[in-house]
């Protein structure tokens, strides 16, 4: 079969790293007989550069005609000055709005052979990690109405703002202000929450709804359609926990969890630190899915300008997000399977970038490190 793959690589290490995960993603063509396509778009900083715009509508119309997209990761100290529309990450933000990519997935996991990597203790993941964080993607307030303003004589220009302070108490004084909107639709919340149920019945049956119900009507709404959602899957159990409780039980007992479901911001937020507790940001890939089988896939990490053209990156992230292509938009289980099986013989035989690096292992640079892992396949 040949499959056409949108490719992404972005800035800093993301090139690097992309090109290792091709590599594996070669590989597996070689042995179980598939083709795989790259058709090589610019985003983030360097189509910035090239074409004044960090993501140009060829790159969203080659993403959209793809069976999936491979992404790198885009930004860096040169482009920090840029205003926010010029931005890099405008890149990512453009793709997920532009290709209906709603539902993030990040499963958070920790090899055993990298157990000391983590910051726990060993008695908190003895029997091992293996959480998935879902993420609302596309709403909240990362998206609702935002702005800014300046208070004079106790007034302001924005209507949202005009309306919001008489309410403030105490009066807010003179000076500036800005406003951003959390906002979610009955729509927005039930898909993801579909999306959750689902994957938790192909998981262990566990779902954690986490919200701040007990302040935000946006949250209320969230619970409530948790709920209705959650009698048509009676055999996954549902339980609910607000953010700053669920931000803690991670780092007390993380294994309680097997799907954890939020929305854009608390989700940006958890999904950092369960990362961290899998040990490094190198090791852990994405899946960001619209409806049907299209998503774009990515490292949780970003452009690491401080390792950036070193060979010191590690690309297990970037290879395993490919893996979750194979597995979530071209139905290529087994060849996923292949792909995490060589990434473990990787690590069994001592092979270590320098992030995971410990005495007794090997250490390896991004390059070495994606061929050795292409060999194991
Ligand atoms: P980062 O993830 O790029 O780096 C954080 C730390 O982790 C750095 O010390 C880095 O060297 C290390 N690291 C990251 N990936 C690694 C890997 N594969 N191997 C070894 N070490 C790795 O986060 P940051 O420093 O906060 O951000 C750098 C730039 O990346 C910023 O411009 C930011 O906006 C951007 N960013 C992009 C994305 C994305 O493209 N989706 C995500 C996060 C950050």
């Given at each position: ?101 709603y539902a993030n ?29 879902v993420r609302e993607l596309t709403g909240g307030?990362y998206f ?40 979610y639709?009955?729509?927005e919340i039930?898909r993801i929450g579909?999306a959750a ?25 969230w ?38 479901v939020t929305n854009n911001i608390f989700g940006d ?109």
């Amino acid at each position: 079969m040949k499959y056409n793959i949108a490719v992404v690589a972005g800035d800093g290490i993301g090139p690097e790293v992309t090109e290792e995960a091709i590599r594996v993603l070669d590989r597996v063509g070689e042995r179980f007989g598939h083709t795989f396509l790259y058709d090589r778009k610019l985003g983030g900083g360097a189509a910035y550069d090239e074409t004044g715009d960090p993501l140009p509508a060829s790159t969203i119309e080659a993403c959209g005609r793809s069976d999936a997209v491979l992404f790198g990761a885009v930004g860096g100290p040169k482009w920090e000055k840029l205003p926010g529309r010029l931005r890099p990450e405008q890149a990512v933000l453009g793709l997920r709005k532009e290709l209906g990519l709603y539902a993030n997935l990040r499963p958070v996991f920790l090899f055993e052979e990298l157990a000391d990597a983590s910051p726990l203790k060993h008695e908190s993941i003895e029997a091992g990690l293996d959480i998935l964080v879902v993420r609302e993607l596309t709403g909240g307030i990362y998206f609702g109405p935002k702005g800014t303003d300046t208070i004079e004589d106790g007034r302001v220009s924005d209507p949202v703002l005009a309306s919001c302070i008489d309410a403030l108490s105490p009066p807010p004084g003179d000076g500036r202000i800005a406003y951003d909107v959390e906002v979610y639709t009955e729509r927005e919340i039930r898909r993801i929450g579909v999306a959750a149920f689902a994957a938790a019945r192909k998981r262990r049956n566990g779902v954690v709804s986490v919200d701040k119900a007990n302040v935000l009507e946006s949250s209320r709404l969230w619970r409530g359609i948790m709920e209705e959602l959650h009698e048509d899957y009676p055999d996954v159990k549902l339980e609910h926990m607000y953010v700053d409780n669920a931000a803690m039980q991670l780092i007390r007992d993380p294994n309680q969890f097997d799907v954890i479901v939020t929305n854009n911001i608390f989700g940006d937020i958890l999904s950092d630190e369960s990362a961290r507790i899998a040990g490094s940001i190198g090791m852990l890939p994405s899946a960001s899915l619209a409806d049907g089988d299209f998503g774009l896939y990515e490292p949780i990490h970003g452009s690491a300008p401080d390792i950036a053209g070193k060979d010191r990156a590690n690309p297990v992230a970037s290879i395993l997000s490919a893996a979750m292509m194979l597995r979530y938009s071209l139905s290529l289980s087994k060849e996923a399977d292949a792909i995490e099986a060589a990434v473990k013989a990787f690590l069994e035989n001592g092979f270590r970038t320098p992030d995971i690096c410990v005495d007794w292992s090997v250490r390896v640079g991004t390059r070495e490190a994606g061929e050795l892992i292409a060999n194991y396949i």
